[in-house]
């Protein structure tokens, strides 16, 4: 399965520890602990051999072919690896526990620079310095997409810790149950729209669009204990409260039904590291539209259509245009349900073994 550099000494055990502590994280960084770690234990890498820091109550669910550091006890759990690690991944950039020294090579992934666009004064330059500490400490870094790269080197550098970008992936939902929720009623038209419900997603910008789209519902769905969903509570209940609900946070079944019987999945995100939610809406055949910042363009191609503005009836023009002239059953929807399968998990795990074989070979 994998081409392994020459130069790299099989017949000595290498240890590489990944940090999976979000796996029960109900988001990006959750979905790609769960699906990642999976995979990664179940690859065969003569050689090597993973060490997973995962939340106590899942020690043991990924088989005996990898060893254990519980997320809770990981100070005292990592202690008698320490002199016996040869590579730690910390898989994104907001994980604050990480063993170095100078035989360990360090990788970093980053997912985003967000912060940049969200914080002031003190709080910005605090976030800026934590990242320049974290990636000067770093033997090397990728991010989840070309503009995050770009972020990266224009603010924080990269130099020749750079090793490029490896783009996110998806699972294969559109295999998976399916299961109506309780909110959705028999005949509902509906729009779908899912992701953390924080100001960054703007949200917000589509309840006024429903007064130009009579006739259809929009169901907000994530998790919405932030601050920011208090907001947005109070915008639909001025707005349109008969037709726009915020869900909660939602099963993968549920989603998966929202996805195949959506009239269009909606993206006003301002910003995204990468933007997973218009990938798998695709995987269904469903038509996407999404905002043109930040990542989006980069991750969904030609296979969306884009809001011009956030102005609420130009942004209803666009919806019902894509919903008037798509056909689930097109060559437009199956190119794009073909285009998402690219972003899957065994190349994304490959990827990075790919990577790690490289940065133990480089170390020799």
Known sequence: MHDFPENLNTLVLKNIVVDFSRYDSMCGFGEIARNFSRRLAAADVPGVHFIFIIPKRHIGELGDGVSYVAKERRRIEIAPWVKKIDLWHTTDQQLPFRVRGPHIISLLTI???NYLHEKRGLHLLRHIVE???????????TCISEYVRGDVKRNIGLGHRDYGVIHNAIGDLEKGEQQRPAFAEEGDKFLFTVGQIR??????SLVPMMRYLPGY??????DD?????QELREVIAAECPDRVKLCGKISDAEKCWLYAHAAAFVFPSRLEGFGIPPLEAMRFHCPVISSSCTSLPEVCGSHVAYFPDFEPPHMA???KERIDTWSKDSAEANEAAEYSRGFNYDAYTEA???LYLKLLAEAK
């Not at 519902?217 to 994530?222: V, Y």
Request: hydrophobic content about 50%; proline content about 0%; charged content about 25%.
């Open 217 to 222: 519902k929009l169901f907000i769905a994530g």
């Open 131 to 141: 990242m320049k500490w974290k990636v000067m400490h770093s033997t090397a870094a």
């Open 111 to 113: 997912h985003d620079l």
């Open 225 to 229: 204990h932030f601050a920011d969903a």
């Open 352 to 354: 990075y073994i790919r």
């Open 199 to 204: 100001r960054k997603k703007n949200f917000a």
């Open 317 to 319: 023009s666009v919806v």
